[in-house]
C-alpha cells in the first residue's frame, strides 16, 4: 500500500517559470517529510524538509508546503532552470524513526 | 564530510558469482541503511542498521546478505543472484534510526548491479 503518493509522473516547465510538484500522503502519523533530487545514475540527494508543525517551509528557490488537513505537500521552485530537471522524490517519516516512506517520483524537465 | 561512499559504482556479476557492496560513512551517523531501486521506481527499503545492530530486515532474500563491520561501514554480500536483482542498491546513513535526529537521510551514488 503506498503511502506516499506522486500523482504526476513527469512536469514539462519553462525556465523562469514556476515548478510546483504534488505529493499526498494517507498516514497522518507522519509528522516529518522531505524531498529528494534525483539525477540519472546518482543517488537521491536531499533538498528541503518540513515538520508537521509547519505550513511552510523556504530554502532559496525551493518553498515547501505543507497542507496537514488535505493531506497534502507541494514543492515550488521559483524561477526554475534547466538544471533543475530530475526526479523529484516525497518521502514522509515519522520522526523518531529513520525510514522513509518513498512518493514514485515526479520526472521535472525545464526547457529554455 | 557530508559524503557517503559507495564502491563499486558498476558491478556485473554471474548468477553463481559471490561479491560484496560497500559503503563508508564519516558523519558519525549511527544508522544506516541499504536500498534497492529499480528503473522508474522509488527507493525500498532493505535493511536498516541502528547502532552496528540490525534493525529491519524488510523480508529480504537470504542471497543478500548484510553486515556492519564498525558505525561507519556497511557491507552487502551477494551471492546466488538472479537476473531480476539487477537494480541500483543505494546506501544511505541518518544520524539515528529511532528517538529523534533529524529525519534527513544522506544516500551514496548507489552502486549499478547487473546480474547475467
Known amino acids: 500500500d503506498q503511502q506516499v503518493k506522486q500523482n504526476s509522473p513527469s512536469l514539462s516547465v519553462q525556465e523562469g517559470r514556476i515548478s510546483i510538484l504534488n505529493c499526498d500522503y494517507t498516514n497522518s502519523m507522519f509528522d516529518y517529510f522531505l524531498w529528494y533530487k534525483k539525477y540519472p545514475a546518482e543517488g537521491p540527494t536531499f533538498l528541503i524538509s518540513i515538520s508537521s508543525i509547519k505550513d511552510k517551509n523556504e530554502d532559496g528557490r525551493f518553498t515547501v508546503f505543507l497542507n496537514k488537513s488535505a493531506k497534502h505537500l507541494s514543492l515550488h521552485i521559483v524561477p526554475s532552470q534547466p538544471g533543475d530537471s530530475a526526479v523529484y522524490f516525497c518521502?514522509?517519516?515519522?520522526?523518531?524513526?529513520?525510514?522513509?516512506?518513498f512518493g514514485r517520483g515526479t520526472q521535472l524537465t525545464v526547457w529554455p | 564530510d557530508t559524503e557517503v561512499t559507495q564502491t563499486p559504482k558498476h558491478l556485473v556479476m554471474g548468477m553463481t558469482n559471490k561479491k560484496s557492496l560497500k559503503c563508508e560513512q564519516h558523519?558519525?551517523?549511527?544508522?544506516m541503511y541499504w536500498y534497492k531501486q529499480k528503473a522508474k521506481k522509488p527507493p525500498e527499503l532493505m535493511f536498516v542498521y541502528s547502532y552496528e545492530k540490525l534493525s529491519i530486515n524488510e523480508s529480504v532474500p537470504s542471497r543478500f546478505s548484510p553486515e556492519c563491520p564498525n558505525s561507519s561501514l556497511l557491507n552487502l554480500h551477494l551471492h546466488a543472484l538472479q537476473p531480476e536483482d539487477s537494480a541500483l542498491y543505494l546506501c544511505?546513513?541518518?544520524?539515528?534510526?529511532?528517538?529523534?535526529?533529524?529525519?534527513?537521510?544522506?544516500f551514496g551514488e548507489g552502486s549499478r548491479l547487473t546480474v547475467l
Open positions: 558523519m558519525g551517523h549511527r544508522a
Open positions: 518521502a514522509a517519516s515519522f520522526s523518531t524513526l529513520g525510514r522513509l516512506y
Open positions: 544511505a546513513s541518518s544520524q539515528v534510526y529511532a528517538g529523534g535526529g533529524t529525519g534527513e537521510l544522506f
